[in-house]
């Protein structure tokens, strides 16, 4: 790549050096351009380091145990040298940025293969991928080093579909994994797939029983996940589930089980993934392979070694049989009649559609457009109103979730007007695509619309027109092919707070919620759209919707959503609305603070319980979004957490520290 390794060739610490790989890169050297990936504790991002095209994963780095995460994670990756591996290129390991820059591996995740875009491999393709895998595992156990972390969204194809093991952030020595007992174990960190990272890691569906039961780590727990990531290669659906697509098949598992039912079964040894059958192509070897892998008994599970010895000899057979050209670039996948360049090609294009960018431009009002919000404090008497003075703050986290489809804007002194403000919370579905889109274009369209109506006919507006613009570019791309997921349905829920002087204006369509703090006492500003809801589930059906009890609640659709108003999901528009519901507040000196929040946070806090966090928490807006988002995770919120507060009326030095 021709660059330039500068002695001493180690990180800021010292603790990580490495001959080959540079660990300090000149900012000059390299591009970062739009995210790939979010989750919990990273974004991924595409990169140009040196003319070649990479892949950078940044961490979210916030406490000095996220930045000891960083160096050991370095520190393995630096010693690691297997073409099964997702290679290392090179590192920023001082501050503020510290990154790792990896190969840019073409083809994405098998997750994202196998379930967004619905790839069937077929029998050679299967047995090529999993003796690929099981010879990167073997490597990491010959050098002692657990993964902990086994799963298809954690292995990379390249353009020829060839596997490459990633994600080393809860990789183990061996020898430091059997100094953790049942004494020491404690919960703390950030959750990750279920569970708090520092000991029970690793994702729920994918965890060795021993794990659920809070054992150690061992290498035959990453063989429990190798065995359950080949049957899901052969079956193509999400395990515990017959279901291709990710999101929808994540809803069908919440509401199958409760955290606690799946991991009772799964420790019991009596649940496991339907095995895939003869009819996938696999043999009797394979299924038997993959029933010993995920044994209960850690101890009955085969070595890699063993797994080798079994499935390697199966692999030379077929590639003797299709001749001596056999390789995985001659069945790469196709999408209907495009060739597999053409195929390539599409996922990249997919990768570099912006939501939020997107919004932005699509929102924008026409340069002749008087967008001018001077109409509504002209309407508003602002000569007699009361003004409340503002102060805002806010807090997001993926909470339990892998990934975070929440998304919010803070747009104080609207259009540089003082006396204008508008918050907004977007708590996305079946991916964050419709949320990313709407932070950026209802503010856009708010804007544009404002000066030719009332502010509660221009929230209408604005929710409508943004609803209308996602569906229509959804449906722009999918004809453009630069979308390639099937039924892929993006939506999204929506909440807006917007301030005209004295008056307070609330939007809500979907399952978010808004109080305001008066005289000390919560008085609640939106109502959830929800199928439960006996006038929304009348509603849905008059309008040509399906609403069905399944399991636990009412759901629309096939979708099996539980909210009825959203922007996006348009396959089951128009019964799923994106027309807000609005309530109208006069604002005085009573009222103390608004709070906004997704539902992870309303799932388990009462709004009673929100005032009281906030009282007890000192008065700056950030700190108290924060206290609640965290507070939330830890009462068990199983989903993505979004706050923001804001203050109407300033706050004492008392008031704030008491």
């Known amino acids: 790549m021709g660059l330039e390794i500068v002695e001493p060739n180690s990180c800021i610490r010292g603790c990580c050096t490495s001959n080959s790989i540079p660990l300090h890169l000149p900012p000059s050297s390299y591009t970062l351009l739009s995210p790939i990936a979010k989750g919990a504790e990273s974004v991924v991002y595409g990169a140009v380091l ?35 591996i997702a290679k290392l290129v090179a590192a920023h390991a001082k501050p503020p940025n510290y990154m790792f820059f990896f190969e840019f591996y073409e083809s994405g995740n098998l997750s994202e293969k196998l379930h967004v875009e619905e790839w069937s491999p077929n029998m050679d393709q299967v047995l090529m991928i999993t003796v690929q895998l099981a010879k990167a595992l073997q490597y990491l156990h010959n050098h002692e080093i657990v993964h902990r972390d086994v799963k298809p969204a954690n292995i990379l194809l390249d353009e020829n579909l060839c596997p490459h093991l990633a994600d080393f952030g809860l990789a183990e020595y061996q020898k430091n994994l059997k100094g953790v007992s049942l004494e020491n174990w404690r919960s703390s960190g950030k959750p990750t797939g279920g569970f708090h990272k520092k000991n029970m890691v690793g994702t729920l569906i994918y965890m060795a029983p021993e ?98 010895l079994e499935v390697d000899p199966i692999l030379e057979s077929r590639k003797k049989s299709i001749g001596k050209d056999f390789s995985l670039e001659k069945y790469s996948i196709s999408h209907g009649d495009q060739p597999a360049d053409s195929a390539k090609n599409l996922t990249t294009y997919q990768e570099i559609i912006n939501w939020s960018t997107q919004g932005e431009i699509l929102s924008k009002a026409p340069p002749a457009v008087d967008s001018s919000l001077r109409i509504w404090l002209d309407c508003s008497n602002v000569g007699l109103a009361y003004r409340p003075i503002l102060s805002w703050g806010s807090f997001a986290t993926c909470g339990k979730r892998e990934t975070m489809e929440d998304t919010h804007f803070l747009m104080p002194h609207m259009c540089n007007e003082k006396d204008i403000h508008a918050f907004g919370i977007f708590d996305g579905h079946r991916g964050a695509a419709a949320a990313e889109f709407s932070a950026r274009a209802l503010p856009g369209f708010l804007h544009s619309t404002g000066s030719a109506s009332s502010p509660r006919n221009a929230l209408v507006e604005a929710f409508v027109s943004t609803d209308a613009a996602f569906r229509n570019e959804l449906d722009t791309h ?51 759209h929800v199928a439960s809801c006996i006038e929304e589930r009348e509603r849905v059906l008059s309008a040509g919707g399906q609403v069905k009890w399944q399991i636990d609640t009412w759901r629309v659709g096939h979708a099996a959503l539980q909210v009825t108003r959203s922007i996006g999901d348009d396959d089951l528009k128009p019964a799923v609305t994106a027309e807000p519901e609005i309530t109208e507040t006069v604002l005085s000196t009573e009222d103390e603070f608004l709070v906004m929040g997704s539902d992870g946070l309303w799932d ?23 206290r609640l988002a965290t507070e939330a995770a830890e009462r068990g919120s199983k989903d993505n957490i979004t706050v923001i507060v804001v203050f109407l009326r300033p706050v004492s030095t008392a008031e704030r520290i008491y």
Request: aromatic fraction near 4%; hydrophobic fraction near 40%; include cysteine.
């Open 478 to 528: 999918r004809k453009s092919r630069r979308v390639v997921q099937k039924d892929w349905h993006p939506g999204c829920t929506a909440i807006v707070a917007l301030i005209v002087t004295n008056k307070l204006f609330v939007a809500n369509a979907g399952d978010c919620k808004t109080i305001l703090c008066r005289a000390g006492k919560a008085f609640p500003l939106s109502k959830d």
């Open 211 to 308: 794990i659920l039961r809070k054992e150690i780590h061992t290498e035959k727990s990453d063989v429990y996940s190798f065995g359950i990531t080949i049957n899901e290669l052969l079956t193509g659906v999400v395990p515990y589930t017959d279901l291709r697509a990710e999101a929808q098949a994540h809803t069908v598992l919440e509401m199958n089980y409760t955290e606690q039912q799946l991991t009772a079964s799964v420790v019991s040894g009596k649940l496991r993934p339907a095995l895939a059958g003869l009819g996938s192509g696999a043999s009797a070897s394979i299924l038997t392979l993959i029933l010993r892998c995920w044994d209960d008994n850690p101890q009955n599970r085969p070595s890699f070694t063993d797994i080798l």
């Open 50 to 84: 040196d003319g070649r095209k990479v892949a950078v994963k940044k961490p979210i780095l916030s406490t000095s145990e996220d930045i000891d995460k960083f160096h050991k994670e370095l520190q393995l990756l630096c010693k690691l040298d297997h073409p099964g």
């Open 604 to 626: 388990v806090m009462s709004s009673a319980d929100v005032i009281r966090i906030i009282k007890d928490t000192v008065k700056e807006p950030g700190m108290c979004s924060k």
